[in-house]
């Protein structure tokens, strides 16, 4: 293979650059060249690129986002976008592309592998909603980025006997909000995936209250409500004087952990290998700590397990 | 004096613990006794009163917050209330107090004093809106707060060619709105003392665009507009993808910086050494990084100026 | 069981605090009693115990160390003081024990178990040299604070064109040291699993600096070399300045990162469980994700297996 | 003015790049061309610059170190260097000079204002040791990397019962350590301005144990003994376990505190007007929050005013 393509795609998450850069040197150790499309699947088609050596992808492994930045495409969405595509990459000779991102960006993926274009992605999403790996790009930054913040929140929250409701990303998926509710000591983890029963939230706030426990803090999932409703709901049953906080796109940048560095380079690095060892059509994903590899047109239909132990758990140290 | 009070009030921020700690070490060494009182002035009210010994300060110094919490008192504000808590301070043998807060609690120090108690205030306000004081207690710690966010942020927009609307604290005041435009690169900084232009911000975005630079950070002083309206306004002018985080009381709380552990330090020990010199009704502040001390009727009915030249600094740099 | 016990052994770590929270509440919410012992098994044997509330262990998840405190216990090495321990066990009541350490500690919660204590033990070791678990507590924090301090660091080193040594813990292992060299993209680790080949190491360098790239990071194990020694052979083989940092206790402390607050929130959890589900003698451990539970016989006489793979990645990226 | 130059000198520190980027956007703002040269004078003898846009200095306001990069250059010692340097700006057609470092540069920027250069210099030095301006660029980052890590130090210290000997920088200043001390809480700081007394420091941790407070923190300046001699002194004296981390080169990197972030952007932005203004031979500084612009010679030939009162305010919190 001598020519080897990336780009990211969807959502930003740090990590990413660490997935470049990996990518890159294993590549260009190999003896192929690496061209970097800017924008996704956009850049493709624009022929948007970037020439990459190892200069380029030096010095971005500590930094958030993506260098490579990323957008939506709407052209690459219809049939003759993609055939554009493919034809792009035909002319430029690159033999095989590495894609990073999140569910769309998958799909992505597998529709190119399907016109024949040996394509392996890399899975990329805060949410942790992709099947097929333990962990995506860009969770553990997400959730540390998490706990800062609550951290500081329940600076105020226990200095004031207020509640907050603070609310995080996941509009599928509960997997930050459990997390972090554990991780931060939260009183309540509010998930789309279980019903919440405001009532038994209140009573539990009430029964605190009474212990002389005068301050919560309430996750809550973005996709499991509002966290405007959900505060005036229990300022209403019990009087509580109770806050928002909703943290936005914070939770997404920022210096990527050790555990997104890690995994970012292993995947960039287990990727390209695929691809030299004639590989085509899969995720690389993290399986019991290895690295492991999954046909796209498995993952992309396949549903991300839910972790119920770890809510349940969330609930129990709540208490 | 043989028993020195301390009491922290209104909102509270980083740095607290620094000068509460400092106050009653800098008591005991002079062999005076300590009582603190919690959630302000309503624990003077209510008799909810904790012994300080050097042991009960340890391990505060670098927590945000304040351990001795802080609340609102309605009864406070009423003669009757005011003339319970001189009595109550009577009773306990209290010869001193030091009230560690914002613009609201310096007045009721100011009529504690004027009711006889000797009574010193230490000034503390993320807002930094307090006048005969460079910087007030919180502030620094908010700032860095606030950059760690928004540097996030910058990495998401960068990635994706947005522009985001930050909302920071400050309702009359547009400090922490100037200086984190400075610190971050922000493209705009809008706060409450100067107009903003929308049409003019619009104008400065789309040549931007037009130079190739396709993301934008504006940092959206809390008092000076709604962060929705004003990123409407930038999507209908010029169809930039716009998206809006505020903030909120994450930026109150957190490990507190060097430059506000240093401050609480000095202004705990300062307030007590002047007490101990027979100072009252005063307010020690940071003059040209020196401690002075300024009576509190001068203080309450004063403003702080603003920094013009930093606001058009932040516009300087912000091209 | 009516009272169960907990005691952290051993160098103390970041998220020893959430395992002793998590042992408590879970015990507490089953109507079991626990009490702490203070500095491990010396506590054990002096009877220097705490009564544990739902409030004692309110606030400590964010905080690293332990605040049950840890220490070395020669009396606890002999066989008196191991029947000693077991005696107090019976006096006070205490039906089962949740030990939180390293390899030492578990060794002491083996003599404990063979003497018929029910005991489970918490892999506790920032060098993740314990076998049967994925991860120690500890390690994941150890990590992310090596490369705060690295990436520290790198400013400096590529600001002045100078080579640095950095030396992380790791007596026996090198992972702390393979996979910080992964995080932060360092040009070398030097681990005790694998001889260095120093006249290679500085032919690299050399290469690297005729490319133009003239500053380098070397990661170094503590257990692997002296990194002045190594610092020297550089200066000596290719002229380059080369300066020394050590990194030391540092490493140990500060906040939990998430994986180490949830890992301990989980380890906690198991370990109480497993008491009241009747399991003794065992070390509760992260296999794939899911917690499993290993004789601590066997976990005490096996090597935890290196991590080849990822030592040659580190090299691989470092090119 | 046409054209203005850019160097950054000495020892790296945090907020380097801020100045850079506030000085040269200044520039730009006003019609001037500006070149950067490259680590330090030595750039401007081997003519190893850049031109610096917008978009150059775009991206490096939240980085460590200086993108300019430094070193030191004999040539430019001697006096055939100087004259060589002065040629180089004048063929380039640069007419003002802005330098960026501590006491040594700032020397060579004088010789350069000597030989008919205009030159205006900007403080940057982690020790704080530079007279005429309050602050210097770089001081503030390094002490909050200095905290951050002896709070990590001390959950480790607490945990244990341990004393530490933590060294940080300043050879002839104890600023860093006296404030750091203040900051965390320490028991004690040792300074070049002020003798130390072992057995005086010993006594008081004898007695502090004696009160059952067992763990302690010890901040050295570098300058001002050697570490390990202390802590060898300590554990013969007290028999107190006493271990020593040097906290080394990461105290200098890392993403710049607000502070200094501000600090560079006024002072790049005042040395650039000063130049504008037809000043030179100058350094701006921080007098009482406001900038104040000192003759070099004057600054390189005093001594800045050391803190006695903040050293001693380190020791009474201390206690």
């Given at each position: 293979?001598?020519?080897?393509?990336?780009?990211?795609?969807?959502?930003?998450?740090?990590?990413?650059?660490?997935?470049?850069?990996?990518?890159?040197?294993?590549?260009?150790?190999?003896?192929?060249?690496?061209?970097?499309?800017?924008?996704?699947?956009?850049?493709?088609?624009?022929?948007?690129?970037?020439?990459?050596?190892?200069?380029?992808?030096?010095?971005?492994?500590h930094?958030?986002?993506?260098?490579?930045?990323?957008?939506?495409?709407?052209?690459?969405?219809?049939?003759?976008?993609?055939?554009?595509?493919?034809?792009?990459?035909?002319?430029?000779?690159?033999?095989?592309?590495?894609?990073?991102?999140?569910?769309?960006?998958?799909?992505?993926?597998?529709?190119?592998?399907?016109?024949?274009?040996?394509?392996?992605?890399?899975?990329?999403?805060?949410?942790?909603?992709?099947?097929?790996?333990?962990?995506?790009?860009?969770?553990?930054?997400?959730?540390?980025?998490?706990?800062?913040?609550?951290?500081?929140?329940?600076?105020?929250?226990?200095?004031?006997?207020?509640?907050?409701?603070i609310?995080?990303?996941?509009?599928?998926?509960?997997?930050?909000?459990?997390?972090?509710?554990?991780?931060?000591?939260?009183?309540?983890?509010?998930?789309?995936?279980?019903?919440?029963?405001?009532?038994?939230?209140?009573?539990?706030?009430?029964?605190?209250?009474?212990?002389?426990?005068?301050?919560?803090?309430?996750?809550?999932?973005?996709?499991?409500?509002?966290a405007?409703?959900?505060?005036?709901?229990?300022?209403?049953?019990?009087?509580?004087?109770?806050?928002?906080?909703?943290?936005?796109h914070?939770?997404r940048?920022?210096?990527?952990?050790?555990?997104d560095?890690?995994?970012?380079?292993?995947?960039?690095?287990?990727?390209?290998?695929?691809?030299?060892?004639?590989?085509?059509?899969?995720?690389?994903?993290l399986?019991?700590?290895?690295?492991?590899?999954?046909?796209?047109?498995?993952?992309?239909?396949?549903?991300?397990?839910?972790?119920?132990?770890?809510?349940?758990?969330?609930?129990?140290?709540?208490?």
């Amino acid at each position: 293979m001598k020519k080897i393509g990336i780009l990211t795609s969807g959502g930003d998450c740090s990590g990413m650059n660490a997935a470049i850069r990996s990518a890159t040197r294993t590549a260009l150790g190999h003896g192929a060249q690496v061209v970097g499309f800017r924008k996704g699947y956009a850049g493709l088609l624009k022929g948007d690129l970037l020439e990459m050596t190892t200069r380029e992808v030096a010095g971005i492994l500590h930094r958030g986002g993506t260098f490579l930045q990323s957008a939506r495409s709407e052209e690459f969405r219809t049939v003759l976008g993609r055939e554009k595509a493919v034809r792009h990459l035909q002319d430029l000779g690159v033999e095989g592309l590495v894609v990073i991102g999140g569910d769309g960006s998958l799909n992505g993926a597998l529709a190119l592998h399907r016109m024949g274009v040996p394509v392996i992605g890399i899975p990329a999403s805060i949410d942790n909603d992709i099947a097929y790996t333990d962990m995506a790009l860009g969770v553990d930054t997400a959730l540390n980025n998490i706990i800062y913040a609550v951290d500081c929140i329940k600076d105020t929250a226990s200095s004031h006997d207020r509640a907050f409701v603070i609310e995080v990303m996941g509009r599928n998926s509960g997997y930050l909000a459990s997390m972090s509710a554990i991780a931060t000591g939260a009183e309540y983890a509010i998930i789309p995936e279980v019903e919440c029963d405001i009532a038994d939230l209140c009573n539990q706030l009430r029964k605190r209250y009474e212990e002389g426990r005068s301050n919560a803090i309430i996750i809550l999932a973005e996709g499991a409500g509002r966290a405007q409703n959900i505060a005036d709901n229990i300022k209403d049953a019990i009087g509580f004087e109770t806050r928002v906080t909703v943290l936005g796109h914070y939770q997404r940048g920022g210096a990527p952990s050790v555990f997104d560095r890690l995994l970012g380079s292993r995947f960039g690095h287990a990727a390209v290998e695929q691809l030299l060892a004639g590989e085509k059509g899969k995720m690389v994903g993290l399986c019991c700590g290895e690295i492991c590899a999954t046909p796209l047109e498995t993952v992309v239909v396949s549903e991300k397990m839910q972790q119920d132990e770890l809510h349940e758990l969330s609930m129990i140290l709540g208490i």
